[in-house]
């Protein structure tokens, strides 16, 4: 008997079953495993001791429950008034911060402290704060010890769209229904993925009709065993990544189809990178196992590189074989996702108002802006008002994946909406909500934001302001996306760009691969605020677009040398520069007059060397330094001087600085850059 058989026998999940069997010390991967003669014999006993235990803690619960009813006609003693009321003396306080710091207002605000006190206090340790000066962390940890008070830490999280504007709805735990898994097929370019839709869509028609059924929008639902499954057609790994990014979490269950005639490939492995990073169930599909040459157990031979095991090797994760082309073990396939999916136990609530997400949207020339919506959670119904981020409408028409016009939709059903007042995006969350004025209002708000966040944008770097941006920002490292024309490549290329790296600057390569320069590298570029270099290979076309767009670098170059010589010169703009003082020379002041208005003036005779009037200088006395800034001016006679020189006499005034004593020394010199060099 198989796990999943055993469940339903008794009445339990496949998670339960194999819980107890781990718990029993039986070892089993996954619902379709089976259970031996001697393994079997043991979890039935549990099971039907369980049972009988469960029917005596319902006894006892019963019971419990008519002794409750008998308690309540007890009158309950009166409580003491003296207790009432009370207040803890030890309270402790919490001052909260959010991020790393908090102003010396905001922190006495917190504390109900005259920020006058703290700031007294503060200044009789000798450190001088206002109101609005910033306390670090740690700053603000040690003060708060002194008021017998503890620092809490709060990070700042950015709300989703939904929850912004209060448009999130709970399940109703009376209400949660089984719904429809969704699934994904993501895979190599050519390993079967089209054909593999096609083949599904084709052969399992939902209700049962005959024949073919055309496609009308990206996505559509099979029918198999009464349960429906819904399969998504995703433009990409990247466009699936970027939906996940911006909350938009579209899939159940991803299927990786792989050729058995051609293995794991670059879009293989990165396919099982999305995967794995939106955390979703992973079923291997080996497709094409019909052709000359096709090899199943290498597929999973070099899969496991990957952490994606059979059961039968000592792993969790599913493997079909299949052939999409001749419709061998498609039913198989879907048998596996329904498995996959009791097990992940995915309900909703059909009853609440609707939550979807764009797959896909366009201008019709005819109906005007149309979109390809899965529905999430909850049902919308023809003539529901509704929000989509920058774009709200009214629904005019749903049509579901068969072409068939239909009054009301339902959780993980696909659907294409008429009624936008605009086009919206891929990724953007629809909400159903109660009237056209508050759409209008939610948009408005919506609209304004992101123009402001908009302005508030800075530019993507390059090299040449590279430096510029340095010195605002205090930046201490270059990000860069590496891609090259081979594997060898990219490893050559990193290493003589980490080479350049020392304990001041550092180059942070955040992704490197071999192959052209693709949409998704200008994405990352924009998120991460890097730099693009491409060895022997260039952008693609919507590369450049989506380049342009964003303002995101890129550098190609056909010789290493280049580039390591390109990046050292902007690593070196980043290094903290070095000065070294020049001595010029030294002046003795002979008399003192004062000038009203202006202040001392010295009378001086040059001793050694000379002083130029953009000289920094030192005022000597005793040989102590007592001040060191600038010339205010320098004069020969009545007249400016630019320079005066040893043996001359001249006058000057220090900036502010009026202290000078007839026979203190003035000493001139000159800091001068020192060129600064990564080596």
């Avoid at 293995?263 to 080996?286: D, L």
């Avoid at 005019?396 to 086009?423: C, H, M, W």
């Avoid at 590298?521 to 730099?531: C, P, V």
Wanted: charged share 35%.
């Amino acid at each position: 008997m198989r796990v999943h058989e055993l469940a339903k026998k008794y009445n339990k999940t496949n998670k339960e079953i194999l819980e107890l069997l781990n718990n029993l010390g039986i070892e089993v991967k996954s619902h379709l495993s089976k259970i031996n003669e001697d393994a079997l014999e043991i979890i039935t006993d549990e099971l039907e001791t369980s049972k009988k235990s469960e029917k005596q803690k319902e006894a006892k619960k019963l019971e419990e429950t008519v002794l409750k009813k008998e308690e309540k006609t007890i009158s309950k003693p009166k409580e003491d008034k003296k207790s009432q009321g009370t207040k803890e003396e030890n309270d402790i306080k919490v001052i909260k911060i959010i991020g790393d710091e908090i102003t010396l207002k905001e922190f006495a605000e917190q504390l109900k402290l005259n920020p006058t006190d703290l700031i007294k206090k503060l200044f009789l340790k000798g450190k001088m704060f206002t109101i609005n000066s910033v306390l670090s962390y740690e700053q603000a940890e040690e003060l708060a010890l002194e008021y017998d008070a503890l620092i809490e830490k709060e990070e700042v999280v950015e709300e989703s769209f939904g929850e912004k504007f209060s448009l999130e709805e709970k399940d109703k735990e009376e209400n949660l229904e089984e719904r429809a898994p969704i699934i994904t097929i993501m895979g190599h370019v050519d390993h079967g993925k089209t054909s593999l839709l096609d083949t599904i869509r084709k052969t399992n028609v939902a209700g049962g009709e005959a024949g073919g059924i055309t496609q009308k929008i990206g996505a559509y639902q099979v029918e198999r065993h009464g349960k429906k499954i819904t399969f998504i057609d995703t433009p990409g790994h990247e466009a699936f990544t970027e939906m996940r990014a911006r909350g938009a979490e579209v899939t159940d269950i991803a299927i990786l189809i792989v050729a058995a005639d051609d293995g794991v490939k670059p879009q293989t492995i990165e396919a099982i990178s999305h995967a794995k990073a939106a955390e979703v169930p992973i079923i291997v599909a080996i497709n094409k196992i019909d052709k000359p040459g096709a090899d199943p157990t290498r597929v999973r031979t070099e899969l496991m590189e990957y952490g994606l095991i059979a059961p039968e090797w000592g792993g969790d994760t599913e493997f079909v074989e299949i052939s999409a082309k001749f419709n061998k073990n498609i039913d198989m396939l879907l048998e596996t996702i329904l498995l996959t999916a009791e097990i992940l136990e995915l309900k909703a609530d059909f009853k609440k108002r609707a939550k979807g997400i764009v797959l896909e949207s366009r201008l019709d020339p005819k109906l005007g802006p149309v979109a390809d919506v899965l529905i999430k959670e909850g049902n919308l119904k023809v003539g529901e008002v509704f929000v989509c981020d920058e774009t709200f409408g009214k629904v005019r028409a749903l049509i579901n994946d068969k072409g068939e016009r239909v009054n009301k939709v339902y959780a993980s059903q696909p659907v294409e909406i008429l009624g936008f007042d605009t086009v919206p995006n891929a990724g953007d969350v629809l909400y159903a909500i109660k009237n056209e004025k508050q759409a209008k209002k939610i948009v408005e708000e919506v609209i304004k934001q992101k123009k402001l966040k908009e302005q508030n944008r800075t530019k993507h770097v390059s090299l040449e302001s590279f430096s510029k941006q340095l010195e605002a920002e205090k930046l201490k490292e270059l990000k860069l996306i590496l891609r090259a024309d081979s594997g060898g490549s990219v490893e050559a290329l990193k290493d003589s760009l980490n080479k350049l790296s020392n304990d001041e600057v550092a180059v942070n390569i955040i992704q490197a691969a071999a192959g052209a320069i693709t949409e998704g590298d200008i994405m990352l570029a924009e998120a991460s605020d890097a730099i693009i270099i491409g060895f022997h290979v260039r952008p693609t076309t919507k590369a450049i677009k989506a380049a342009e767009k964003a303002g995101v670098e890129i550098r190609t170059h056909n010789v290493i040398y280049h580039i390591t010589e390109e990046i050292e010169k902007a690593l070196t703009g980043m290094l903290e520069p070095e000065f070294k003082e020049v001595y010029l020379g030294r002046i003795e002041i002979k008399k003192v007059f004062k000038i009203s208005k202006v202040g001392n003036i010295a009378g001086c005779l040059v001793e050694d060397g000379k002083v130029r009037k953009t000289s920094n200088v030192r005022i000597l006395r005793n040989n102590i330094v007592i001040y060191d800034g600038k010339l205010a001016s320098l004069k020969r006679y009545q007249n400016d001087a630019n320079e005066v020189v040893a043996g001359q006499e001249c006058g000057l005034h220090i900036e502010n600085f009026n202290d000078i004593k007839e026979g203190d020394v003035v000493e001139a010199y000159e800091l001068e850059e020192v060129k600064r060099t990564l080596r």
